[in-house]
Structure formats: C-alpha cells, structure tokens
C-alpha cells in the first residue's frame, strides 16, 4: 500500500488527506490567501473611511469568488485540457462582440451587458491565454518548434490587440505577460528570448499608434510629470508623499493622514498600497511583499511538482502572472511603473479582479490535488 | 513485449524526464527573476521611506497644495431667432462633508429645522450619507432661496464641515415644449463614467442625457481648467490661486422656432402623438413636438426616484420620443410613393382606371379586401384615388408592382433606414419585404401582405421624422436633405458663427419629371380638389398645398364586422396622419403629423397641419376670417 503513495503524502495528517484529496483545497494555499484578503479588508476600512458597506460589499465578493475557486479546484486539469480551446475561442468571441456592440461610447468600453449580470470577457481571457497556450504548447515534445511558437505568439498577440482595443492597457499588458510566460517556461530557446528583448523597443511605434489619447498621455506624463498638474502625475506625487513620509514603522492603523485628508485619489482601488505604506511603514510594506512571494512560491511548488508538462505550464504561469500583478501595481504606486491601472491582487477594492485571480488559484489547487498517486 | 517497444518506452520516459526538468529550471529561474523584481521594489521603498523620508515627511506636514478642477461654463442653446432655450442659472446648494462634521446627527436636525426637512426626507438624507464615503460631498439641499442662504451663512460657523456651494445649473425656460427636442442634462452616472474623459469632466456634475444636450455633448461642454489650492493638515483651505482658466463650450443655434413649436404643440393639444416641421431644402427642422411631454427641468436637479417611476411606468409614456422612436402604420399616407413607384416602373399611367366595388379579391381567393368607403368609389384614375385615398386602386397596383420592387423604391425615401438626425435614439422603422419576412418570421411572403402593404398597412411601421423626411424628398423631387437640428454654433469667446453643411444626396434622379408632377398634382387635388379628403385645410390659402391624409388602423376588423368607434377602447382607435408641403410647386415647408388614436387623418391630422403652415407663412392662426 504505502509504495503507491509518495513519502510526503504518507506524512500528512488524515485531515489534511481529506481536504486535499476530498475536497481539492490546497490547505496552505488557502491560508496564504486568506490572510492577504484580511490584510486587504483591515486596510480597506481605513482607506474606505470607516465604511462598513464598503468591506460588507468586498467581503461579499470575496465569497462570490472564493466559491468559484472552490468550483475550479473540483475540476480535473485534463478536463480543463479537453476545454481550453473551447474557453479561448469563447473568449475571443467575447471580447469582439464587445467592441462590436460597445460602438457608442468614446472611452473604455469593457463590459458586456448580460442578461442577469455585467461581464467583463477580458477577465476570461487572463484564464483561457494561459490555458490555451499550455494546452497547445504540450500538444508535442517540448521545447516547441519554430511554427509553435508562432502561433502560440499569436494566441497572446490578438486577444492582447482586441483588449488594448477597448482601451484597457493593463489588462492587455498582463495577458500579453501571462502568455509570454508560458512561452519561456516552455523552454524555448535563450537565442529566441535574447531576440526578443532586442525587438522589443521595435514594437513600441506600433504600440504608440494604438494607444489612445489618454493612453499616451499616461505615457508622456511618466516621462515628464510635470506637464498634467490634474491627472496622473498628481497621483504619483501624493501617492510618493503618502508613502515617504510613512517611514520605517508607519503612522499606525486608521492613523494616515495623506490617505484622510482627501489628498491620495483612489485610495482604496489601484492606489490602497500607498495607504498601506503610511501607515504600516516599510516594515508593513515589506511583510505584506515577502507574504505575496511566498503564496507565489507556493505555487511554482505547486508547478514543479505538478506530472504533467500542462499541468507545469499553467501552474507556472498562474504563479508568476500573480507576481506580476503585484510588480506593476506597486512599481505604479511607487512611480517605478506608467499608471496603467492595475489593482493590487485581493487588497484593492473591486470584484472583478479578485474573482479571476481566485479561480486562478482555484486551478492551482486542482493541479495540486488531482496528483496520481502512483509514481509514474 | 518485443524490444522494439521497450525502447520507445525507453524514448518517451527520458523525453519526458527531459522536458520536466527543462520546465523545472526555467520556472525556478523566473522565480529568481520574480526576487529580483521584488527587491528593486524594496530597494525603492527602502529610497522612499528611509532615504527620503524627512522631505517627504515634512511635505505631508505642510501646507498641501491640491489642484483644484474649474469645470467650464456649459454652452447656451438658442432657436433660429436667438430665443434662448437652455440656459445657465446661478444656484446655491447646502453641501456637507460628513468625516469633517463633528456631531452629525445634532448637526443635521439643526439643519432640518432651519430649512424646514420633513421627517421622511431627513431619513432619506441620513440613508444617502450613510451610502456615500465619509470623505465625499453630500448635498443636503439644492436650490436654495436667497433667505435661506443669509439665515445659514449667519450661522454656519457653528457647523463644520457644511458649507454653501454656488453652483450654475441648467434651466429650461419653456419647460415641456423643447423637452424632447432639446433634452435635458443630469447627473453623471456611473453609465457616464465609463464614456467620458475623466480629466474634462473633473467638476462637472451633469451632462446631456437627451436631444441636443446629449448629442452635442462635446461641444456644449467646454474645456476644463484648473486652480491651485492650498489646505492645511486639519483639511482646511488656506488660499487659492489662479492658474488656467475653463474655456466654456460652443453656444448652439438650432433650426428649431419658438412660435411655430409653440402653435405645433398648442395644435396637438392634448392629443398623444407628434409633430414634425422641415425646411426641405436645408433640411432645418422647424418644430418638433412629440406629445405627451414633461418638464426636463424636474431632470436636472436629480428627480425624486417616486416621480421618476410614476413618468416612466405611466402607460401615456411621456418619456418616450414619439417623433424619433415612435412607430407607426404609415396608413394611406403611404399611397402618393406608391403610386410613384407604379409611374416609374410603368405598371400604371395617368390615365389607367381601376373599378372599385368596394373591395378587393385576389384571384382564386375569396378573402375580401376592403375599401374605407363600403360602396366603393367606381372608376378611378391615379389622380382621384389619391386624392380621396381609395384602397382598391392601390391594392390593384401594390398586387402589380409586387413586394420586392415596391420594398426597393421605397426604400430610396427612407422607409426602414435611419434618416440620420443629429439627435440621439433614432428607430429604423420597418419596411417589409421578402428577405425580411424569411429572415426574422421564418415565413415565405404571402400576396395578401402586398395588398395592405400597399396601403401602408400590415408590417409597415414608420416614425414621423421618417414621415416627414419622406415627405421632404417627394417635395424636392428627389433630392434628400440630411434633416438636422443644429443652425450653427459660436466659439466661445469668438463672435464668429460657425454655420452647419447642409448634406444633400438624390438617388432619385432618374424618375421621370412628369411623374413628380402627377404625383404631387394630386397631392394638391387632396387639399384644394372638389372630393380630396383634405379639403376642408385648402380654403383661402394664397399659394397651393400638397397633402396626404392617412388613417392607420391599430386594431384588425374581422370579416363582415364594422368599426364601432363608441364601443371601441380608446387605446384601440386609429391613428391620424397628414403630410403635407408647401408651396408645392416650390416647396419650403414639410410637416407631418401622427396623432395616435385620434381617428381620421382627415378630420383630427390635416387641421392641425393648417395651423402650422398659417403661422410658418406668416398669416394668423385663428380662423374667426373663415
């Protein structure tokens, strides 16, 4: 009996057994995220003004989210295999049926209007890019040919036009870094990679000629902040002030006065981090990063022990795209990084997100717990 | 097992050893990558918090300037005269900003008190307070009267934290007439947010939900400036500067005119429907009524949810935009187009009579297809069955033409499409033929839907700005005008007049000059001829005008019954239409008009129509005269 468990399973408690294997949850994960969720809401009541709808309405989704996470995990990663395309192609669907039907509005047009509920397809698509990719990329030996690379490339390049399209950058932007990702822990070839890096700034024209207004004047606001008194640089700036003058220890909880005083915009969205930095201080800050890289970490665990080349990619993938999310909210925040939009992973407050980056992990936990036992 | 297959076991084995440790290592060298990033995120912070930490430090205790938004003044919109109708008003509201109100709820019973709130809305602004975030602005009362401001400045030192804000707002100076027309502006939603340029929009708090307000949203709003302000760190404003100031949006001349909308809705009366007036060689709309209406000024101040739902759930409908949205059987109004298509495509001349017993059979049926007059009005030509709107001679000629090439000679009028307005909202309306018929029924075209088709019954649905814009090209023998509301538009702060292009296109150019004429001749028959059914409009008019009378039937009358107009619900009446241009041989006037449920076109439309052109030509509207 015992050579058809490996040693760590035999090491495990039964309850730990039971929720991994009969219930498909991931106890150390769930842990990781849960307590970055209360990290979230704690900060939220102060950001939020001492609004208990606020934190009712986010503890809410919260659920909402976890039970898909929870839904996901039950799912069989070879039964995501046999979907991916399907997904992938629904997705593109989606998302051109938005820009179809969103024709009259002159800003971001992201949503589609269900009938019972409002839906954002490009936040299908952060699950299908990745999805899709491992699934094809795995469909032959890896490290893949020269063809499969560029078509994989061009799995990432179109839903990544369609969404910049929208004008929704960020999004784009981490789609396009969520395939990309899969694409080099696919092991092509460092040649290939180093030819990339070169290419890259050649595809900043074009990238420039899609841009919208706004967008570019995001652009040209990083580079000079002085020229939008208004607009972007004046996040940065207060955001830098709120978070300097944080210190080492921080104001304290409920206690920052730059996130109070009406001076730091969106304080409780895509800027929460500044508020966390005045009043936790860089200690606060650098507890809060270290505990991201550790549920990342969990997840590349995840990855590598993970049996099957899919199965590795995804995970992969899932892992580093979370780290990701974290590098650009912060960088932006810190005024490392263009303001492009991005919410900081289960602290920000906002729904949509949240739910894709819990049924991410939810796919996660079903790698990890639909392992055979037997050592192949 | 044959050692063929052990060795390609063998293969696959150390294949996928090798690839999972391929992936093994480039994950484990993104995760090396990923704390790298990180570190520079830390190394950043650690520069932030600890290197730079006393300036900023000392910046969060000083003084802090903010950017404060000047949202611009919003354009003014005038009819063709320079009567103003939408203007701005200077306001002052009660505003507070509860993080900074020390003990809200003595603060605001005292606040009740001195303006008067009853109970019920007092909770209702405790419920909003509770709803928005502590640190955003809550109006408590708007509009106040200027003694209600000197009674609260005297005593709003003792309450922090609510101030007065001065603030212009939109005002509709004629209320309900331009309602549908002009529009009204709101609230910014969140459906706004989404569209808008969040940087122009900083300050503005309403924007055009409807007319004119919304389409040319862009222009009437203006461009955006912005001040410097200082606060301390209790929060409290210390000093402003300027900086760069707003540049106010575009005043707008519309085609519209006050008199002649105000005798188009005096005319229409109590009746629900609608009232169209273009100038068909600018494509100018002159009036533009549709009724029921209300006062878009309720809008503009935020409308109480309980009056909102008693406008939108009223069964009148007085939200909805007849003239645009509306649909309608074109009834007999559709008859004069037909008969131009049967000119054209030769299936009838001027002289061909048809016999009317009454009714109509197609052949090999015996379905009776009836006549409005029972006893039928016996040989007619093309001039007298329009004139006196006879169906059997239409059924004869639509059961001619045929469905496919009456749809595709109707459509060069606009029947179907879009007429392409410069106001929001606009329906299709619908024209049938067979492809639509297969393609959202699932059903094959029967001839019998050709005969009512023919007299603009049966799936025929129009609006009246349809009408009228197909009114218009028949009066310009073809030549389509874009039907818009705007004249021109002023810079602000230049006094230069921008003045709009007018956007012609003739996709009628080959119908044959004589056929226009013997059309509109007997258009003219119908207000001026012995029989026509508008002829009771025609009298004592200096100039001819050309007209059409429509009765559309809402309700089907089975075989053998008759239409009992008392023992019919009101709801189920006809609809009376009447187009009309004037003067027909050089036409500068166009009206249409659909009086939902009002009966007979000819009775209840065409007077209204008389109205209308009377004062459009500068006579008086009264009849004692007659």
């Known amino acids: ?376 | 097992m044959s050692s063929k297959s052990q060795m390609s076991l063998r293969v696959i084995l150390t294949d996928h050893l090798r690839e999972s440790r391929l992936v093994n290592d480039r994950l484990i060298f993104a995760a090396f990558f990923a704390i790298i990033l990180f570190m520079i995120v830390i190394v950043r912070l650690v520069v932030l918090q600890i290197m730079e930490y006393e300036y900023f430090d000392s910046l969060s205790d000083k003084n802090h300037v903010d950017i404060g938004a000047l949202p611009p003044q919003r354009g003014l919109i005038f009819d063709r005269n320079g009567v103003i109708l939408a203007e701005n008003i200077p306001t002052f509201s009660l505003e507070l900003i509860p993080e900074k109100v020390i003990d809200i709820d003595n603060t605001l019973s005292n606040l009740a008190m001195m303006l008067s709130l009853s109970a019920d809305s007092l909770t209702a602004l405790k419920q909003r307070i509770n709803k928005q975030r502590r640190f955003n602005r809550v109006v408590v009362q708007q509009l106040l009267t200027e003694k209600e401001v000197a009674s609260l400045s005297v005593n709003l030192h003792r309450f922090p934290g609510v101030d007065i804000v001065g603030r212009l707002i939109r005002h509709y100076p004629h209320g309900n007439l331009f309602a549908h027309t002009v529009g009204y502006v709101g609230r910014i939603n969140e459906r706004d947010q989404e569209t808008i340029d969040e940087f122009n929009y900083k300050g503005t708090m309403q924007i055009g939900k409807t007319g004119v307000e919304r389409y040319y949203e862009k222009m009437l709003h203006g461009i955006v400036g912005h001040r410097k302000i200082e606060t301390n760190v209790q929060g409290r404003v210390v000093r402003e500067s300027q900086g760069v100031a707003s540049l106010a949006g575009d005043d707008l001349f519309l085609h519209l005119d006050l008199n002649l909308q105000r005798v188009a809705s005096n005319a229409l009366g109590d009746y629900k429907g609608s009232v169209v007036a273009l100038d068909p060689r600018t494509g100018g709309v002159l009036a533009m009524v549709s009724k029921p209406d209300f006062d878009p000024n309720d809008f503009v101040t935020g409308i109480s949810k309980k009056e909102y739902i008693i406008l939108r759930d009223s069964t009148d409908r007085p939200l909805f935009d007849r003239t645009l949205r509306g649909y309608y059987p074109p009834g007999s109004t559709l008859k004069p187009f037909v008969a131009l298509a049967g000119l054209e495509f030769g299936v009838v001349d001027e002289h061909t009579k048809t016999f009317d017993p009454g009714w109509f059979i197609l052949p090999g049926q015996d379905h009776r297809y009836r006549c409005w007059k029972d006893n039928g009005h016996g040989y007619v030509d093309l001039k007298t069955s329009i004139a006196q709107s006879c169906d059997v001679y239409f059924y004869n000629l639509a059961n001619a033409l045929g469905i496919d090439r009456m749809h595709n000679f109707l459509d060069l009028f606009g029947f179907g499409h879009r007429t392409g307005i410069d106001l929001p909202g606009e329906s299709k309306g619908l024209s049938p033929s067979r492809q639509w018929k297969r393609i959202n029924r699932n059903l094959s075209w029967y001839p019998g839907e050709t005969l009512i088709s023919g007299i603009g019954q049966g799936f025929n649905q129009t609006t009246p700005i349809q009408l009228a814009q197909a009114a218009a090209i028949l009066a310009m023998r073809g030549i389509n005008t874009l039907p818009q509301v705007l004249l021109s538009r002023r810079k602000s702060g230049e006094n230069k007049m921008q003045l709009q292009f007018i956007v012609t296109t003739n996709n009628l150019a080959i119908v044959d000059s004589k056929n226009w004429k013997i059309v509109i001749d007997s258009m003219v028959e119908v207000v001026h001829g012995e029989h026509g059914t508008a002829r009771h409009i025609g009298i004592k008019l200096p100039f001819n005008v050309a007209g059409k009378t429509g009765t559309a039937q809402v309700f089907g009358i089975k075989q053998g019954e008759e239409y009992d107009t008392d023992g019919l619900a009101k709801k189920l009446h006809d609809h009376a239409l009447f187009i009309a241009f004037a003067p027909a041989e050089r036409p500068e006037f166009v009206v249409a008009i659909v009086v939902e449920n009002g009966g007979s076109g000819s009775k209840i439309a065409a007077p209204i129509a008389r109205k209308i052109i009377k004062n459009y030509f500068g006579m008086s509207v009264n009849e004692q005269s007659v």
Request: proline share 5%; glycine share 10%; charged share 10%.
């Open chain 1, 1 to 376: 009996m015992s050579s058809l468990f490996n040693d760590r399973q035999q090491t495990q408690g039964l309850i730990f057994r039971i929720v991994s294997h009969g219930i498909h949850i991931d106890v150390l994960l769930l842990l990781g995220l849960l307590i970055l969720l209360s990290v979230g809401l704690m900060v939220l009541f102060s950001a939020g003004g001492r609004d208990i709808e606020l934190l009712l309405k986010q503890l809410m989704r919260a659920g909402t989210a976890f039970m898909i996470l929870f839904f996901l995990a039950q799912i069989h990663p070879d039964r995501m295999r046999n979907l991916a395309y399907w997904v992938y192609g629904l997705g593109l669907i989606l998302l051109v049926a938005v820009l179809v039907f969103g024709h009259e509005g002159k800003g971001a047009q992201r949503w589609l209007h269900l009938v019972f509920f409002r839906f954002q397809p490009s936040e299908l698509m952060k699950l299908a890019v990745p999805l899709a990719m491992s699934t094809y990329l795995t469909e032959r030996p890896l490290p893949p040919t020269a063809l499969r690379l560029v078509i994989g490339l061009l799995m990432i390049v179109v839903p990544s036009f369609l969404i910049a399209k929208q004008p929704d950058l960020g999004t784009s932007l981490l789609i396009m870094s969520s395939g990309l990702i899969v694409l080099f822990i696919s092991g092509i070839r460092w040649r290939i990679i180093l030819g990339f890096i070169i290419f890259c700034p050649l595809v900043f024209p074009i990238l420039w000629y899609i841009m919208h207004a706004y967008q570019r004047q995001r652009v040209l606001t990083f580079l000079n902040p002085e020229s939008d008194p208004l607009g972007a640089s004046y996040h940065i700036i207060q955001s830098k002030i709120a978070i300097g003058s944080g210190g080492v220890f921080g104001r304290g909880w409920l206690e920052g006065t730059q996130s109070h005083l009406e001076f730091l915009p969106e304080r409780s969205t895509d800027f929460i981090f500044a508020v966390i930095a005045e009043e936790f201080g860089l200690i606060g800050v650098s507890l809060l990063l270290f505990w991201y890289l550790l549920v990342a970490g969990r997840g590349i665990f995840i990855a590598i022990q993970a049996q099957t080349s899919f199965s590795r990619l995804l995970a992969g993938s899932i892992s580093m795209t979370f780290l990701v999310y974290v590098f650009v909210n912060v960088g932006m925040v810190t005024g490392l990084l263009p303001v492009v939009g991005v919410p900081l992973p289960l602290v920000s407050y906002g729904g949509t997100s949240m739910v894709t980056i819990l049924a991410e992990f939810g796919i996660l936990m079903s790698i990890h717990t639909h392992r055979r036992m037997m050592v192949p």
